[in-house]
């Protein structure tokens, strides 16, 4: 059992707001997923050329202290860029203006015990171990800006409680999933990906959904296309929510197994496992409120 929210806010003004909203909706799931949370948020992209890396330093020896300072300067002395970063305990965002898979490979030889959870132009994510409030609190989930966010509560049951295996998971770069469910052919999945090249780091049924959606963008398919050949590879129960530049998507498995709910107005649209994580939310009293559908695709425009 996990907990899954979502918010993304119509109305520019409320995008100062989106971490303050989403907090209570996150915290409101501890019950589904006490072991660890995640949250990833899609701001303004960062010009063409730019590319920022969400990375954890909570595996290296230093942890927390990690010399995310030094890390830039030896990005100028080995690759010659000019990199920026803005850290959170362990956790920091790092951008620059080169390919990402330079950056990328270097810091795996030289910092292998780096982990890095995120690539793109519009993305920045966080996760850890702890209760949702404790990891909102760590990272100032509260003060997030931005159009849109996928958070997750997790409950362990299918791997070892790490951060690596918190949600959100993404692949290539600005997409992510959450999961509340399980998958029965996540083996099957990786046998399908694995001789095209992808790899993958963690044990986690998850992950073998979000990098074959992620495949199937990155082979031409829009959005809702690659969530129907979902419907039809993936088995098990399932309600993923995922996060684009610019979009924010749900589905639920053919049973409707795992729940969800959306309030939609206006200003916004909210997803939570449950109810009570948008109790607080302004308007919600006057919000269109429903349970999504089974096998369907609810696709909404940042």
């Known amino acids: ?32 997923g006490p072991d660890s949370a995640g949250l990833a948020v899609f701001g303004a992209p960062l010009a063409d050329s730019r590319r920022k890396i969400s990375l954890y330093s909570g595996l290296t020896d230093d942890g ?7 890390l830039t300067h030896e990005l100028k002395a ?48 966080y996760k850890d171990i ?31 409680v790490t951060p690596d295996r918190a949600h959100p998971f993404t692949a290539g770069e600005d997409f992510c999933l959450v999961h509340n469910g399980s998958l029965s052919n996540p083996n099957g999945i990786r046998r399908m990906l694995e001789p095209r090249g992808i790899s993958f780091e963690t044990d986690n049924d998850t992950e073998a959904a979000c990098r074959f959606l992620e495949w199937r963008l990155r082979e031409g398919d829009d959005l809702e296309t690659a969530l129907q050949k979902g419907f039809e590879e993936l088995d098990g129960f399932f309600t993923f929510l995922m996060g684009t530049p ?41 919000a269109n409120v429903f349970e999504p559908a089974p096998e369907e695709m609810y696709v909404w425009n940042a």
């Open 1 to 32: 059992m996990c907990g899954i929210v979502g918010l993304l806010v119509k109305t520019p003004a409320l995008r100062e707001k989106l971490g303050e909203l989403m907090v209570p909706m996150l915290i409101g799931m501890t019950e589904r």
């Open 64 to 70: 927390a202290d990690f010399n995310w300072l030094g």
């Open 78 to 125: 080995h690759l010659g860029v000019t990199a920026s970063i803005e850290p959170k305990g362990n956790h920091a965002i790092l951008g620059f203006d080169i390919a990402p898979t330079v950056v990328k490979r270097w810091i795996k030889e030289h910092h292998p015990k780096l982990h890095i959870l995120s690539t793109g132009r519009s993305i920045d994510l």
């Open 130 to 160: 702890g209760t949702p409030a404790e990891v909102a609190a760590r990272y100032g989930f509260a003060g997030l800006t931005g159009s849109h966010l996928v958070g997750h509560t997790r409950m362990a049951t299918e791997s070892a």
């Open 246 to 286: 610019d979009k924010l998507a749900l589905i639920r498995d053919p049973f409707a197994c795992k729940p969800a709910v959306v309030a939609e107005t206006d200003d916004y649209v909210a997803i939570a496992s449950e109810f009570r994580s948008l109790a607080h939310l302004p308007g919600v009293k006057h």
